[in-house]
């Protein structure tokens, strides 16, 4: 149990400055040094650096998936459902700064193959439920074929916002997935719904990219 509340502090206490300044930059030095511990204490729970990232991405992405469940499992209407969504990418997408996605498409292949996988099933999977009830209550127009349409967001998503890609291009993961979003649902969104969706600018979403996981 000891070393479980230590793996914990290392990785709620390293993470920020990964996010921030990159896996590279980062130290072990510094880590300790933050840490108020030694190197060989932080070694004797992981390994390797490499280890430390991959435990903090996999702390994220188990937040992650159970905050995107409760929102697919509530009783909530789909715009209230998807606006919470929506909220979850773009604080997901805040954290990894342009240094951290060249960092893990250079140095960390199999994490960036890993956190491919878990967004095509284990958020974006489970996204169906949510595309059939905005063709329920009348958000997506009557002819759209909602698994088709919900097969072109989710691959136009997961092809654009991997770290491959990302780290190569000038805009950033907000802009990215705030033209998807335009894009795909200008046309597939029923007049009344255009109206209703106050998110549609995602004015509202650059405030909440800067919350918590």
Known sequence: MAELQE????????????????????????????????????????????????GIVHMTMRRIEKQVTAIVDSDKPFEQKFTEFLAILARLTSKFSKQLQRDIQKYLPQLEKEMEVFRREKIFGKLRPMFHQAKEEGFLREDLNDEVFMLVFINSVQNIMTPSVLADQSFSAQ???????QILFEGALTEEARKKFHFFDFSTLDDQARGTL
């Open 175 to 181: 802009e990215a997935f705030r033209q998807i979003f």
């Open 7 to 54: 793996r914990q502090r290392i990785l709620e206490s390293v993470q920020e400055k990964i996010f921030r300044e990159g896996f590279v930059k980062v130290t072990v030095d510094e880590m300790a040094d933050d840490l108020g511990m030694s190197k060989k204490t932080i070694y004797k729970i992981f390994p390797s650096k490499e280890e430390i990232m991959r």
